[in-house]
């Protein structure tokens, strides 16, 4: 399952892909899927603000393809990305730029992964099928967002 929240920790996009399939390809189609009201005329856009995946999707071409969207990328280099830019010597440029304390809030995706494991369907996955599966997943963040905006209004 991969999962893009929002800052509150709520779910606004779900992909399932068999447990072989890679992180990194999914995130940007992840990151399509969101659409984000904006204040003032005109439609809901995409993703603006930051974005922190692990280090897995930290390759060069994910860090491109977000620049491109103008979204801040928060992510450790890998060990092999940092020896092959030192073997570049000063053409391999500079490294990017990384933030531990934005990093940190990582963990706000962790805590949305544990809430959506309370529903007992989603953590014992009595759905065999992938669309029943995703289809419970996507009911149980309507749960939550409701939860979240009626302690909102209290």
Known sequence: M?????????PMSVILTPGQAGDN???????????????????????RGGCWPTRPNSHPSTRTALRHRKIAFTSPERSDQIARRAA??????????FDTGLYADRNVVERCFNRLKQFR????RYAKRAAYYRTEIIIAAIVLWLRTGLQDTA
Not at 2 to 10: C, E, F, I, N, Y
């Open 25 to 47: 390809p999914q995130l940007l189609p992840l990151l399509d899927q969101v659409a984000v009201g904006r204040d003032g005329p005109g439609g809901p856009g995409n993703v």
């Open 2 to 10: 991969h999962l893009a929240v929002d800052g509150r920790g709520l």
């Open 121 to 124: 369907a989603l953590a014992t």
């Open 88 to 97: 570049k010597g000063s053409r391999g440029g500079r490294p990017p730029a």
